[in-house]
């Protein structure tokens, strides 16, 4: 099946800094979404991102499906950005509807 | 508007027993699905439902069972629970899921001894 894969693994920053997020994958995709995991556990949805670019905010995402890889942006991080950054595809051979996920970056900004 | 529920919030289990984690949406959301996430892992997706009375594997569902008998409704059964089963488990939902974004539920933790 599909690999998902993300980078960095983990990420210190100081608030005020910013970041790139990445995660790249092995076949072509349907969907692809960006999840944030506060430090309570609640799954936040950030982008809904199959191809192109998206901005939230001080997030952006850009997805290049051609090359099988997406970045999330992240500028002037807040210590509330802090948490774990997920990614999650939906593979065109694995089957409808079946989103596979990252292992995910743990980001932590300092204050 | 509660969104996407989840109950229990905790549960400990004793191998062997059964128990039934309950999800329920209020957003008349067409697909749902469960999740479970172990320690430096992301999600893997359990069983999931495209509507009432349609249901179907995921990538890890062996030991679970679910139905979907309402829109709302869509519980997770542990028929035997095993030490292996230890995980959060979380509800998520979408209006259709190829279109729209997930939202998930607060998730259940479970500990099976």
């Known amino acids: 099946g599909i690999q998902v894969e993300q980078s960095p693994p983990d990420l210190i920053l100081q608030e005020g800094a910013n970041s790139t997020l990445r995660c790249n994958f092995s076949?072509?995709?349907?969907?692809l979404q960006w999840f944030h995991q506060n430090p309570w556990g609640q799954l936040i949805n950030l982008f809904y991102i199959p191809s192109g670019t998206k901005q939230n905010g001080r997030l952006s995402a850009t997805t290049v499906a051609t090359e099988r890889y997406s970045l999330l942006y992240i500028s002037s991080s807040q210590t509330t950005d802090s948490g774990v950054y997920f990614c999650a595809v939906e593979g065109s051979a694995s089957g409808t509807y079946k989103y596979i996920f990252g292992t995910g970056t743990r980001l932590k900004v300092l204050a | 508007n509660a969104g996407v529920t989840q109950t229990p919030k905790f549960q400990v289990l004793k191998t062997g027993q059964s128990m039934t984690l309950q999800c329920a949406q209020d957003?008349?959301?067409?697909?749902m699905s469960w999740y479970r996430q172990d320690p430096g892992m992301g999600l893997r997706l359990i069983h999931y439902s495209v509507g009432a009375g349609i249901t179907d594997q995921g990538e890890v569902p062996n030991g679970y069972n679910v139905s979907r008998s309402t829109t709302e409704d869509f519980p997770l059964r542990l028929l035997s629970a095993a030490p292996s089963q230890t995980s959060v488990y979380f509800c998520?939902?979408?209006?259709?899921?190829?279109?729209?974004?997930?939202?998930f539920g607060p998730g259940t933790r479970l500990l099976v001894l």
């Open positions: 957003m008349n959301h067409e697909y």
């Open positions: 076949d072509s995709v349907n969907n």
């Open positions: 998520a939902t979408s209006g259709t899921p190829n279109q729209e974004t997930q939202y």
